[in-house]
Structure formats: C-alpha cells, structure tokens
C-alpha cells in the first residue's frame, strides 16, 4: 500500500467542495384559499363547536374502554351471554357520559380561550390558564363555590402546561 500525500490532499479538497450548499427558499405568499380557511378557523363559534365535537369523539372512546372494564357485581352466577349483555349496556352508559363531559368540557375550554385571546389580542400561557380556571368553575359549578373553585384551581394548574 502506497500512500501518496498529494492524492489525499487533492481527494480531500474535492470533498469539500462537492458538499452541495442548501438552496435558499423563496418567501410564498398564503393563497386566497389559505387565507380563507384561515378566517373561517380564527372564527371562536367554528372552533368551540370542533373542539366540542372532537372532544365527545375522545369521550366516547374513553367511555368505551372504561366501560369494558368494569366487572359486574354477580359475575360469578351470571352467564357468559348475560356478562356480555352487561359489558355493552355499561360501555354504552360509559361512552355516553363521557362524550357529553369530554365534549362540554372542549367546547367551554376553546370558547373561553379564543374570547381571551381576542380581548386580550395576544397569543401566551395566560390565555390558557383563564380559560382552564373558566372551564373548571363552569364544570363544577353545580358543586357550590367551593367546588366551583377547588375545579378553577385545578383547571388551571392543569393548563399551564398544554402550550
């Protein structure tokens, strides 16, 4: 093996200099569809109902594999078909509560957040945590005031770290 201290200074350099420099991307302006799309998602009523609708989607499935866990009281003296019977019926009981909880519970919280956000015209953590302290009162208020503080409390220790 011979080794030629000039081949490798050349092979060297030439690797260097074939390194492709990244090219420079164009700024793109939004098109006016983007544009539009963008307004209609900036709408507070659009965004509470999506996140109302998506959160009872995550409720019911909650709901579903909760329900499918919960052991009935008479198991031992219940057939296979009467256990599975009770597993449904409690799954659908599960999904159901669970889809108007996760769904009231979206809606308030992207409601209350979008309402700050436009009074306040900013875009940070307070915003959040308002509006976990508004939902959290809002679920808990049939409790009495100190439920419905203990859940603002709670909501909003909870926010702070969603963004």
Not at 17 to 35: H, N
Not at 58 to 74: D, K, W
Request: aromatic residues 8%.
């Amino acid at each position: 093996m011979s080794t030629n201290p000039e081949n490798e200074s050349q092979s060297a350099s030439s690797s260097s200099q074939d390194a492709p420099k990244p090219p420079f991307e164009q700024i793109r302006l939004p098109t006016v569809e983007e544009i539009r799309g963008q307004d209609i998602w900036n709408n507070c009523a659009v965004r509470s109902v999506v996140s109302g609708v998506m959160g009872g989607g995550l409720g019911l499935f909650m709901g579903m594999f909760l329900g499918a866990l919960e052991n009935p009281i008479m198991q031992d003296e219940m057939t296979g078909r009467q256990q599975f019977i009770y597993t449904a019926k409690q799954m659908g009981r599960k999904s159901w509560s669970s889809c108007k909880a996760f769904a009231v519970m979206g809606f308030v919280f992207s409601a209350a957040e979008c309402a700050i956000e436009k009074a306040r015209a900013k875009h940070d953590t307070t915003n959040t945590v308002v509006a976990g302290c508004v939902t959290g009162g809002t679920i808990s208020a049939r409790g009495g005031p100190k439920a419905a503080c203990a859940g603002c409390a709670g909501f909003a220790a909870f926010s702070t770290n969603t963004k």
